[in-house]
């Protein structure tokens, strides 16, 4: 007897590459790719864009301050070379604030580029406007999908419902990653499915 293939299926990922639990998130989607008939497509949101006219503490203030040059020379990058950047820029960037610690957003934006084979140029948007509407635009189809009380990572399945998360430490791998995303495409199927959450006790597991 041969069995029927399963479907092959759609997510998209809005992460924002300053933040970790996204990055958990994004190793986690990434390893369902491998391991499950699944398309993932990676699209930008904003930590800045989100935090725009609240009242935060100073050092988070200046951390969403920060927060602006990674995302617009992400958008810069994709409106130079399409969507298909994202992703390996993301990875590039990513892997030198998460799994490195790296603080030298600069520096660290700069060698991403660079190892991704994108103009070096394209730092400059950091310190530049020239994309922030195409940003909001992104940022903006994420919460229209979920509503503006989250914050990255926020996933569609096959171009649905939205939802923030889901949120791990460390991100599965192998069958452990399948099985969670068969769980949350099951429970996130459910019409009237809202939340689920408990109190977090550790931080990111980056190895």
Known sequence: MSSTPAPRRTAEMWFDPMCPWAWMTSRWLTEVERVRPVDVTWSVMSLAVLNEGRDLPEDYRRLMDAAWGPVRVL???????????????????????????????????????????????????????????????????????????????????DGGQAFFGPVMTPAPAGEDAGRLWDGFALVTSVPGFYELKRTRTQGPIFT
């Open 75 to 157: 958008m810069a990058a994709r409106a130079a070379h399409g969507d298909q950047v994202l992703k390996p820029l993301y990875d590039a960037i990513g892997t030198r604030l998460h799994p490195q610690g790296r603080k030298d957003r600069d520096v660290v934006v700069r060698e991403a580029l660079v190892e991704v084979g994108l103009s070096v140029e394209l730092a400059d948007a950091a310190t530049s406007d020239a994309h922030d509407d195409e940003l909001r635009a992104s940022h903006a189809r994420a919460i229209d999908l979920v509503g503006d009380d989250v914050g990255t990572p926020v996933i569609a399945i």
